[in-house]
């Protein structure tokens, strides 16, 4: 079921990239939409955002606002089926792959104790030498 899930969310958050694609054309605001599909001017900065999906209703008067249709508004199927799709890989001789884990940090060389003992502190500045008064 997460699968559907995750289709879902994206299926919601391309066709409020659609919508705010439409809205740069038309050089709208979210207000001037809210104002034109009879909505709150919150309703509509949600579903723009991608937090929640317009419905068939709002997606008839979007289309109506902009003069397309509503299928205008989905995404295409091929970009819709390869959200489902895991991403392709190719093989390339001596190239590794990045994973999605992020790579150990390096060691740290620097010599531990205090500060002074040494010629340069951990900030890499040599330390300051208090004159007596």
């Known amino acids: ?3 559907g899930v995750s289709v879902q969310s994206l299926l919601r958050e391309r066709v409020a990239e ?4 439409l809205l740069a054309r038309k050089m709208m605001t979210g207000a001037d939409l809210a104002t034109a599909i ?9 579903r723009l ?3 929640v999906a317009f419905d068939l209703d709002d997606m008839e008067r979007l289309a109506d606002v ?3 249709g509503v299928s205008d508004l989905l995404p295409k199927p091929e970009i819709a089926s390869r959200a489902s799709r895991p991403p392709a890989t190719a093989h390339y001789p001596g190239v590794t792959t990045r994973t999605s884990e992020p790579s150990p940090r390096p060691r740290d060389n620097r010599p531990s104790g ?3 003992d040494h010629a ?6 040599l330390p300051r030498h208090r004159h007596p008064k």
């Open 120 to 125: 340069l502190n951990r900030t890499g500045r």
């Open 38 to 46: 009879g909505r709150s001017p919150m309703y509509v900065s949600r």
């Open 66 to 68: 902009f003069g397309v």
């Open 18 to 21: 659609e919508v705010r694609a």
């Open 49 to 51: 955002r991608g937090e």
């Open 1 to 3: 079921m997460t699968d």
């Open 114 to 116: 205090h500060p002074g």
